[in-house]
């Protein structure tokens, strides 16, 4: 596929190494001096760009301030990012700010050109994708709802029993957690099935225009105001209205709001007359609102109004149990939506290294991981090397590529600091052209790993292995022992009472499974 490219690099010869290696592919290639130049050309035409390549390192706003205001302006267009040796923190940064891929300069055309290809691939399936989520999103049930973790399974506890009334709801958690999920089901089980479940996300609209997207305005009511207009609160009328980032309503609103919900009434701008509503709100926030209420940021009558019913949901590195079960859940509609003749399967090192991962983006960052994923990858089941973003963010999983780019910054920082010509020693392709398609990464041990994906501090034992199997009895029985001596200090028989068996069966059991009463943690000689 032909597609238009912005490249955006302050280094002059690399902008026409670029544009000359992306036009020889048949691409139309764009180019801008620095991040504010792409931010313009972006703001004026940048629809039509269909991938960006960026360079991290440059005056003024950098690589990654220019992704994040990207992302923040809702431009989700695929950015590669290039990177200099020993940009490695970098790199990392820019994964998790959502960039694409990855490549070491100087890249050679080939792996310029299979990036773009790829990036080109998920963003053209992602559409359709993206479409059909989105119609599929009017409908979500309890049963939608992946949950296996006793911090899940509380949080749908507690939202079926709000969907039992009309009281409003504060669902509170990081961004892509599953808030807007869990509103949908909410209404979808009250009495308001069927009805309209309305959303406003208060954050991403301009201040001047909140009170009349909530309340409606007449015609004339202000410069611009053409026609009459019903607000978000009248179209939810009977059914549920979604305030998403709640935190971030302007205080004149919020004493607006304060009267619908205290009265059940609203004033269109532009309007002295009020009209009855009959609207369950549903507010979703990812900052602490109480904070906001002591900075003097949220009225605090109104949060005791939202906040009748607050159900907190816990970020994915929180429930790490829920990982296998959504990426399989994932990687299953994926296989449905595009009609796979066989479903994509997670193999062990895949599941391994998503459990491991920390999913600052949550579930969202989960379900398009495996998305991107699945239409790369070359075969049914997908492997560690299939999520190379993700491994670029931990060490033990990390690309030949990026390895090696550390290694040459430890040895050659000056060279790292100058954006070496083609002709530098300092990287050289390999034959293929895929110098950031990872090799295999040395096994890491699923001790380790599950170590790291639930950390002692954690308290918890998980339930299923790396695979997403459930665990041998034995094994979680020899854990909760460890985990049991190290509570108590070792007092052997406290040990025993509270686990419930007698202090010889302890003794017995501490033979079996070669643990030391006053070193559980230390592995067995
Ligand atoms: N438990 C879950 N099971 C299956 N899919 C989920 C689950 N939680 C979230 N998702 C999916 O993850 C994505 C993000 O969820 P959602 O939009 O509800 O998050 P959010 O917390 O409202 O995010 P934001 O604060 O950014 O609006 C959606 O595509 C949703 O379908």
Known sequence: MIAQILVVDDDPVQRRLLKNALERHGHVVHTAENGLGGLAFLKHGGDQINVIVLDLMMPGLDGLGFLKATREAGIETPVIVQTGHGGIETVVEAMRAGAFDFVVKPVSPERIAASVANALTVDRKEGRSRTARRSRSGAVTFSDIVSASPEMLRVIELAQRAAHS?????????????????????????????????????????????????????KGAFTGATERHTGKFVEADGGTLFLDEIGDLPLDVQVKLLRAVQQ?????????????????????????????VREGRFREDLYYRLNVFPITIPALRRRKEDIPHLARVFADRFSLEQKLPRPVTIGPTAMALLTAHDWPGNIRELENAIFRAAVLAQADELTDADFPQIAAQLPEFRSEELRHAETVATAA??????????????????????????????????????????????????TTDTAGEVRKLAE??????????????????????????????????????????????????
């Open 166 to 218: 009309s009281i409003p709801v504060v669902l509170e958690g990081e961004s892509g957690v599953g808030k807007e999920m869990v509103a949908r089901a909410i209404q979808a089980a009250s009495d308001r099935a069927g009805k309209p479940f309305i959303t406003v996300n208060c954050g991403a609209i301009p201040e001047n225009l909140v009170e009349s997207i909530l309340f409606g305005h007449e």
């Open 264 to 292: 059940g009434e609203i004033e269109t701008v532009g309007s002295a007359k009020v009209q009855k509503v009959n609207v369950r709100l549903i507010s979703a926030t990812n900052k602490d609102l109480i904070e906001e």
């Open 476 to 525: 979680v029985e020899e854990e909760l022992i460890r985990f049991a001596l190290k509570f108590y200090r070792g007092q052997m028989s406290q040990v025993a009472r509270k686990l419930g068996i007698g202090r010889s069966t302890l003794y017995r059991k501490l033979k079996d499974y070669g643990i030391d009463p006053d070193n559980p943690l230390k592995e067995a000689a």
């Open 413 to 462: 920082p000056r060279a790292a600091e100058m954006h070496q010509p083609a002709s530098s020693p300092v990287v050289l392709p390999t034959p293929d052209g895929f110098i950031g398609v990872p090799v295999q990464p040395a096994r890491p041990d699923p001790r380790a790993l599950l170590a790291a994906a639930y950390p002692a501090s954690a308290n918890v034992i998980p």
